[in-house]
């Protein structure tokens, strides 16, 4: 649990690093030696994962628009994909959500060991498919993502890494 809410942690005797369920956000990267503060972004509103988002419960809470339902669920480190950024008012009607799928997706685990973990997403409206590997070293921590088109066409896709820092960094 992280913030009352499913996540997945590797917990070495370095670092510790936090994945939600609910989005797949990196919650928390802790090197333990620094008496535990995390550089990520933790919203000071409650948030939930974002499969529980109801727009007239909601979005005044969260922003409104394209951004509302990704903003429920957000902390720290972001994923940005099949693209980035705000959908055109006629893409948010047919139900696109702002930075894509993965953000509001709720991810799965597909194995894990002591140092490591891997989780993956299935994004329905775009037909992709995400696996993401973390591996903890010491005091890093690496990354290894996959994106997979599962649609029998191919198709451009925008990917971006989105971190956000908070205080007492920022």
């Not at 139900?95 to 991810?107: D, L, N, S």
């Not at 989780?119 to 409206?125: K, R, V, Y």
Request: overall charge negative; proline content about 5%.
């Amino acid at each position: 649990q992280f913030t009352g809410r499913s996540a997945w942690t590797i917990d070495t005797p370095l670092l510790r690093v936090t994945v939600l369920k609910g989005g797949g956000h990196v919650a928390e990267i802790v090197l333990k030696s620094q008496g535990g503060a995390n550089p990520l972004w933790v919203q000071s509103r409650p948030t939930f994962d974002p499969v529980n988002f109801n727009a007239a419960r909601d979005a005044k809470t969260y922003g409104g628009g394209s951004g509302a339902r990704l903003m429920s669920g957000l902390a720290g480190h972001s994923l940005c994909f099949p693209y980035w950024g705000n959908p055109s008012a006629t893409e948010e009607r047919a139900g696109m959500t702002f930075h894509g799928e993965t953000g509001i997706a709720t991810w799965t685990q597909r194995g894990s060991g002591d140092d490591w973990l891997e989780l993956g997403a299935e994004l329905p409206e775009s037909r992709t498919r995400f696996v993401r590997r973390l591996t903890v070293h010491g005091t890093v921590v690496w990354f290894d993502e996959t994106a997979s088109n599962d649609a029998a066409w191919d198709r451009p896709v925008g990917w971006c890494e989105h971190v956000t820092m908070g205080a007492p960094f920022l």
